[in-house]
């Protein structure tokens, strides 16, 4: 079963990251600053991608 | 009509995926033969395919366009941000490359005893867990519509790899497995995002509409490269007398 789990979502490091960026977007959008999310978003998917690199150490 | 868009990166992460399940099979037959291993292969092969078949059309049925849009793109980036950095690890030299051929030295080591049933188990089990980030993309990347696309990538993958390990015989350890998977963990975090956010905040939130899309693929990987430069340890110097 947990191997089913992290077959699917992956580590709990993983999900934080993945919530923090929805969060973010979800923030962002409802705050109404659509226009900024497209530039904001990405940068820090990229920097959840480099924490989660550097725990793989 | 194939999605191109589609096919290129289900394949590739479908081919990394099967080789991973064809190295535990492989390893299974020496012990309980190729017809049981096989037919643990193909158990677990038949399941994903109902469970596509299943997904498939819950999916397409239940939510409304964007919620399926942010379903889908939050699963993509669970997938995706998770690969890339195992990938920008793996290139950094932070996280050991992937063996087939330690995979499938510990496979052969635990079914030393030649037990039939834990021998079965392992190989079912293998392939349908590799199986199941298959099926995550392809449902992901074929519930817009594209089933044809995503599947047929899928099932092309899995011929492609049966038919080398067919004729090779051994694990296939000559299958760039981090690079294809640095290239479809940029392609899937790209998808991933650029749903989530068109779910989020409607079609306009990205400047340039679909054409966004190629720019994060290119964002990704570019960022991707960088950051394994940026991480990779410094090789230990030798002095040479």
Redesign the interface.
């Known amino acids: 079963m947990k191997?089913?789990v992290k077959?699917?979502?992956?580590d709990v490091w993983?999900?934080s990251?993945?919530a923090t960026?929805?969060l973010g977007?979800?923030a962002l959008?409802y705050s109404g600053r659509?226009e900024v999310?497209?530039f904001v978003?990405?940068p820090l998917?990229?920097a959840?991608?480099?924490w989660?690199?550097?725990?793989?150490? | 009509m194939f999605q191109w868009t589609i096919v290129i990166p289900t394949f590739l992460a479908a081919t990394v995926e099967w080789v991973e399940a064809f190295t535990i099979v492989l390893a299974v037959s020496l012990a309980i033969g190729w017809r049981s291993a096989l037919g643990a292969a193909a158990a677990a092969l038949l399941v994903l395919a109902v469970m596509t078949a299943a997904a498939g059309g819950a999916l397409s049925h239940g939510l409304s366009i964007s919620g399926l849009q942010l379903v889908i793109g939050v699963f993509l980036l669970l997938f995706g941000v998770r690969w890339l950095a195992k990938a920008v690890a793996r290139q950094a030299g932070l996280k050991a490359r992937h063996n087939e051929a330690e995979e499938f030295d510990e496979a052969r080591a635990r079914l030393a005893n030649g037990d039939w049933y834990a021998g079965w188990a392992i190989a079912f089990k293998g392939v349908m867990l590799e199986g199941l980030e298959v099926w995550l993309i392809v449902v992901a990347l074929g519930v817009h519509g594209f089933w044809a696309s995503s599947a047929g990538a899928a099932i092309a993958a899995l011929i492609v790899v049966a038919a080398a390990g067919a004729l090779v015989r051994a694990p296939l350890a000559r299958v760039p497995e981090n690079t294809i998977k640095f290239a479809v963990g940029a392609m899937i975090v790209a998808f991933g995002t650029f749903w989530t956010l068109e779910a989020l905040g409607g079609p306009h939130v990205w400047p340039g509409g679909d054409w966004a899309l190629p720019g994060l693929v290119i964002f990704y990987a570019g960022g991707g490269m960088l950051l394994a430069a940026l991480f990779r340890k410094p090789v230990a110097m030798v002095e040479v007398r």
């Open positions: 191997a089913l077959t699917l979502v992956g993983n999900v990251v993945v960026i929805v977007a979800v959008v659509t999310v497209a978003i990405p998917t990229l959840g991608v480099a989660l690199a550097r725990r793989q150490d």
